[in-house]
């Protein structure tokens, strides 16, 4: 009599459950994907904690953001893609139809078309904000450029689809050509809008003014107080808001002064030409000292410049070691006071337009007016004229 050991039987049972097909596939198959997906699945497990975990400490001994931002990037878009990707290759062990893979196939290749977009606009906000973060009024610029970054997300994913679209077997030159003609008459159309946008562009990184700066522009004077897509604002000095659009004020030529790091002065006044010539030698020294006696306040030069018409020249220039306007203008009326008291005090007299009439002998005797000069003019003598 033949007896079989209960071990055959086992082995009997668990073949037959194991060649029971589901779906198209045994549950042999199906144990095998799922042990291929379970491994993927704790590699990348151990992978994600390893590196992030290495990424995490090398943050803490850095002061740049980079290493942040990968850590954010490997949390929110490299380990899904590595999860997808274990299921796609557990998929291999199974039976598929050509239809089903098909379709996996295509649903894999939008889920990495959609996480590398993703990577991409990323790299792109944080190497922008980067660039922001080391200027002055950062917080301002970021929401500035918060509609740039839409505008070149926009022009991103649209590649990207493209691109999916391309790789699908679509044919997509009659997607390009009617993008191609369709950016041509939107560009037409718009012309003016896409000039101030790309004014915009130089404005943000060439940075020929920025926020709080004071700038002229033409005859226009004002503090720049909005930086915008298409416009800028400025608030002029009778406190009134200039809107400029962008391509104009490329196209100009502006004076930034808030990048003055001095101010340069040069004036000149004059003196009467009946001055003495030792006041004419000691004029410049008195110039001199008065500047150098005022704090934040460099002299360069001064000097008898020439021969007026009514009066004696002299010109003198120095620096202002503060690019404020309302300082400039408290040293250079302190200096003038200054000035006009020394003067004073010397007794060296300003001039100003006059005109001095001479006449002949025989003509003064029959002028019975007698005109007195000024002091300065004559030495308290008259002269006279007919009236």
Known sequence: MLILHPDIFF???????????????????????????????????????????????????????????????????????LYFGGAYAATGALQISDRAYNVIHTALMVIFTFYV??????????????????QEEADIKKRQVRGILIIVNVIVWALGIVFLLDNMGRDVT???????????A????????LGDLFSYFVIFFDRPFEIGDFITVDDKSGTVE????????????????????????????????KR??????????????????????AIPGYIKDIIDSVEGVRFDRSHFSGYGNFSL????????????????????????????????????????PT??????????DKLNINIPLPKEAGNGSSVKAQA
């Open 11 to 81: 082995t009997i049972g668990m073949n037959e459950v194991m060649n029971r097909e589901f779906l198209g596939n045994n549950l042999q198959a199906w144990a095998t994907a799922i042990g291929i997906f379970l491994g993927i699945y704790i590699v990348v497990r151990i992978f994600k904690y390893l590196l992030i975990r290495y990424l995490k400490k090398l943050a803490e001994r850095t002061t740049t953001q980079f290493d942040d931002f990968l850590i954010d990037v490997i949390k929110a878009s490299v380990v899904p893609m």
């Open 117 to 134: 977009l993703r990577i991409i606009t990323s790299a792109i906000k944080y190497t922008v904000f980067s660039y922001i973060n080391r």
């Open 174 to 184: 009659a997607i390009i050509a009617g993008l191609g003609v369709g950016g041509i």
């Open 186 to 193: 939107i560009a037409l159309a718009a012309q003016t809008i």
């Open 226 to 257: 909005y930086v915008g897509v298409k416009t800028t604002r400025i608030r002029t000095m009778t406190g009134d808001i200039l809107v400029v659009s962008n391509t104009n004020l490329t196209n100009s030529r502006v004076h930034n002064f």
């Open 260 to 281: 003055l790091q001095e101010r340069r002065i040069s004036f000149k006044l004059g003196v009467i030409y009946q001055a003495s010539y030792e006041q004419l030698k």
């Open 313 to 352: 020249d002299f010109e003198t220039v120095y620096y202002v070691e503060a690019p404020d306007y309302a300082v400039f203008m408290d040293k250079q009326q302190e200096i003038f006071l200054a000035i006009f008291k020394k003067f004073e005090e010397e007794g060296i007299v300003f001039a100003y």
């Open 355 to 364: 005109q001095t009439m001479f006449l002949a002998m025989e003509e003064q």
